[in-house]
């Protein structure tokens, strides 16, 4: 190889990996770091006299269930017992189970909040399986969505977000006054604080949540109801935690375990605009950045983050939450607002819990403004939210809209915004519905094979273009190449500024004499064409719920690495840059079908035609140097995403020859000779030059 050629392949390599770096840093980050150590806000204020702050939950760093012999807590005053203020125990309250034929929600009188939801129907059949990390296992235990919380335990699922005293209230025992788990048609709870045997809050006011799970749903209504009971007028500030620490499902090194909220306009009931974090270390960074910032101007850092100021909305006073969550590659659990109170100033908070290296999310209502009570009876008002927990997929989430009828009808279904087809949608959102049907109608392997054949075959049009402008440019090149050389030899030695551009001048008219271009634009052209494809395709695969475990053949789960040899190993030797290509998750598989693909379009690069020119043919073989490279890089991808570019090379091969065939019949190049030329051997007009 000359000297020439091996520093362009030098350097033809080089860029690549530093294209790969690149694709690292922005999609496959690392394991997210610990939250920074925030001053702590929850002291119970009202009720709790001074000096009776909760005990913290976990020390830092530590993750483990807190059991009675482990658990420490300030004991509340006599006062504040005699309001319902008396923590307990989890192991110590009761717990109260809600199901339909979509999943299994328990409930804990403790805070009556969430405490674990599984896709398991109410007759214990599993509807969704957790996938593991190693993808040499077999799914075989149900997904549990939503587990007990370890750390920050006053901010699980469903509990109370109003006031300082939370962090009492929502470890202490909520009374349950009505259970009607056994209706048929729906199944609810509801929770009354403080419990009837205790005096009212400091304010006269009781607080009920009433939580409803919808049958043939993954959706839950929660209204909280709060009487006066006192002779004037409370304002109060209602919301719920939502989503804490979901179970990432097996996603490729957590890259898609986020935050999601969506807001929508005062001025319409159909605009939408969805914030959706990369990642949770993406999300700890900034608000990294706002307590940094902060504690320059001399203000104290946040421990919760308002949705307003994580998301840069201050500039768009219009906007407010529709819905607030958080999400992995195919679940979400989000808090969702009353559509009927579009235009109100829905809020949310964002609380960092960094003994898990995750995070809570809050919906917080407009303020409400409680009629003192009248001749016996209290004053009341409602706040109506909606709670989801489900798969990513637009169409469940459109049957969980509807599955309580709405008296507006124009609103739309903005849930379907929570499940992008991925960016950009023009061009991914059809390949995932054509997906989709053709999964319903083939299952999900012979899916990706006709999604193959049909953008092959609507993209043959330009493949036999670009490679018939190829060919004939190469049979110009032959003709027009000894008159370039002679200009070339004409000004050698030549650099000043006049002999380059009379050289650049006589050259252009010796290709023009013969019609040639400067560039092959058309044999490049299914290149650029194929590029936005290429994109669409992994977004769809990303965005498509139904490809979830999907088999095919020897593969159990399309959407993890076809781990062909069941072995498997912890990649810790392996560099953090590498561990995001050739893992999943941290552990190294022995996979396949990147070989396969490699191997494939190895060989279409050797059935390409060699070129004369030097050059053509040094940029050949630095091309059959990135094949490697680009299997290297989607070793640890999908299986089914590996399929799709396996059948695609098989569709070239075959594709290829045919034109070939055709061209040699059109006398556009000629057909291959039995005798091999010989090394030394040189084209005519190298003879001739």
Not at 570 to 590: D, M, W
Request: glycine residues 6%; proline residues 8%; aromatic residues 10%.
């Amino acid at each position: 190889m000359h000297r020439k050629d091996l520093v362009q392949m030098l350097l033809t390599i080089g860029v690549i990996v530093a294209g790969f770096f690149v694709v690292q840093y922005f999609f496959f980050p690392n394991k997210p770091p610990a939250n920074p150590p925030v001053k702590s806000s929850n002291a119970p204020a009202g009720n709790t006299p001074a000096g009776n702050t909760p005990a913290s939950n976990q020390p830092a760093g530590e993750i483990k269930d807190v059991t009675p012999a482990t658990q420490t807590e300030t004991r509340p005053t006599t006062a504040t017992q005699d309001r319902g203020f008396e923590r307990i125990r989890r192991k110590e309250a009761k717990t109260y189970t809600l199901a339909n034929s979509k999943l299994t929600a328990v409930f804990s009188e403790r805070g009556a909040s969430l405490e674990s939801l599984k896709f398991v129907d109410r007759d214990g059949k599993t509807v969704f399986l957790r996938t593991p990390n190693d993808p040499t296992l077999d799914a075989s235990e149900p997904l549990e969505l939503i587990a007990p919380l370890s750390a920050a335990e006053y901010a699980a699922p469903l509990a109370l977000r109003m006031d300082d005293n939370d962090e009492w209230r929502n470890l202490s025992r909520w009374e349950l006054v009505s259970d009607s788990s056994a209706a048929k048609d729906a199944t609810s709870l509801t929770f009354r604080f403080p419990p009837k045997s205790f005096k009212l809050e400091s304010d006269d006011t009781v607080i009920f949540k009433t939580i409803t799970l919808h049958p043939d749903t993954f959706r839950l209504d929660i209204d909280l109801r709060v009487e006066n009971h006192s002779g004037k007028i409370v304002d109060k500030t209602v919301g719920l935690w939502g989503a804490a620490a979901i179970t990432n499902d097996g996603t490729k090194l957590g890259a898609e375990h986020a935050r999601v909220a969506l807001y929508g306009s005062t001025a319409s009931k159909t605009y939408t605009s969805l914030h959706d974090s990369p990642t949770i270390s993406g999300m700890a960074k900034a608000i990294n950045g706002i307590n940094e910032d902060r504690v320059d101007d001399g203000k104290k850092p946040l421990e919760r983050v308002d949705n307003r100021t994580l998301d840069e909305m201050e500039s768009k006073p219009e906007q407010y939450l529709l819905a607030h969550g958080m999400r992995t590659l195919y679940f979400l659990c989000f808090l969702s607002a009353d559509p009927m109170q579009r235009d109100a100033r829905w809020s949310g908070e964002v609380l960092p819990i960094k003994e898990l290296n995750d995070a809570a999310t809050s919906l917080i209502a407009p303020p409400l403004q409680i009629d003192p009570a009248k001749d016996g009876n209290p004053g009341q008002a409602t706040v109506h939210m909606s709670f989801y927990a489900g798969p990513r997929d637009k169409d469940v989430l459109e049957a969980a809209w509807f599955a309580k009828p709405l008296t507006d009808d124009d609103l739309r279904v903005e849930w379907r915004d929570l499940a992008p087809s991925g960016f950009p949608a023009f061009i991914s959102a059809p390949f995932v519905w054509v997906l989709r049907q053709l999964t319903g109608l083939v299952g999900p392997g012979f899916a990706i094979i006709l999604l193959t054949l049909i953008v092959r075959t609507l993209l043959s049009p330009l493949s036999y273009r670009g490679q018939k402008s190829m060919a004939v440019y190469t049979a110009k090149m032959k003709v027009v190449k000894p008159k370039l050389d002679k200009i070339k030899e004409k000004y050698a030695g030549k650099k000043d500024r006049d002999a380059q551009m009379k050289m650049l001048t006589e050259t252009r008219e010796a290709m023009r004499e013969h019609n040639v271009g400067m560039l092959p634009l058309g044999g490049c052209l299914p290149m650029f064409i194929q590029l936005p494809i290429f994109i669409g395709l992994y977004r769809a695969f990303g965005n498509a719920f139904f490809m979830r475990q999907g088999s095919f053949l020897w593969i159990s789960d399309l959407s993890m690495p076809d781990a062909t040899i069941p072995w498997s190993v912890q990649a810790g030797f392996l560099p953090g840059f590498l561990q995001g290509f050739l893992t999943h998750n941290g552990f190294f598989t022995l996979n396949l079908l990147p070989m396969i693909w490699i191997a494939l379009s190895l060989l279409q690069m050797r059935m390409q035609p060699k070129p004369d020119d030097p050059q053509q043919a040094a940029m050949q073989k630095q091309m059959g140097c990135i094949f490697p490279l680009m299997g290297l890089m989607f070793y640890g991808f999908a299986s089914g995403f590996a399929f799709y570019f396996i059948f695609s090379s098989l569709y070239s091969l075959a594709e290829s020859r045919l034109i070939k065939r055709n061209l040699i019949k059109l006398g556009i190049t000629k057909p291959p000779t039995k005798n091999k030329p010989k090394p030394d051997d040189k084209p005519e007009y190298h003879a001739s030059a």
